[in-house]
């Protein structure tokens, strides 16, 4: 049982820039972050494969997020630059042991509780 804990987040105008954290208790193969917004389904951000540090983004947030992580201290990082009012959600940060590249969120047997990211206009 893996247990992920979120940090982070907050409210930015648009074209600001916030980050987001997540500890992750043991180890993972691959993790991820997700969001959801109201009243639409949640959605893959970014995937790291997190023994080779390989990551891929979502069209949406390609140039602009930069996932990172530390892994001594089990540790998931997104950074988020030029936000926008569309990039508001609930991120979510994902793990699974032992597949990654997936995008749907039933791909991940672990999920945090989330933290909300709000851009205004």
């Known amino acids: 049982q893996i247990q992920l804990m979120e940090s982070g987040g907050g409210s930015v105008q648009a074209g600001g820039s916030l980050n987001v954290s997540c500890v992750a208790s043991g180890y993972t193969y691959c993790m991820g972050w997700f969001r959801q917004a109201p009243g639409k389904e949640r959605e893959g951000v970014v995937i790291l494969w997190t023994v080779s540090g390989a990551a891929q983004y979502a069209d949406a947030v390609k140039g602009r997020f930069t996932i990172s992580q530390d892994n001594a201290k089990n540790t998931l990082f997104l950074h988020m630059n030029s936000l926008k009012p569309e990039d508001t959600a609930q991120y979510y940060c994902?793990?699974?042991?032992?597949?990654?590249?997936?995008?749907?969120?039933?791909?991940?047997?672990?999920w945090g509780q989330g933290t909300q990211v709000t851009v205004s206009s």
């Open positions: 994902a793990a699974d042991y032992d597949k990654c590249g997936h995008w749907s969120p039933s791909a991940f047997s672990y």
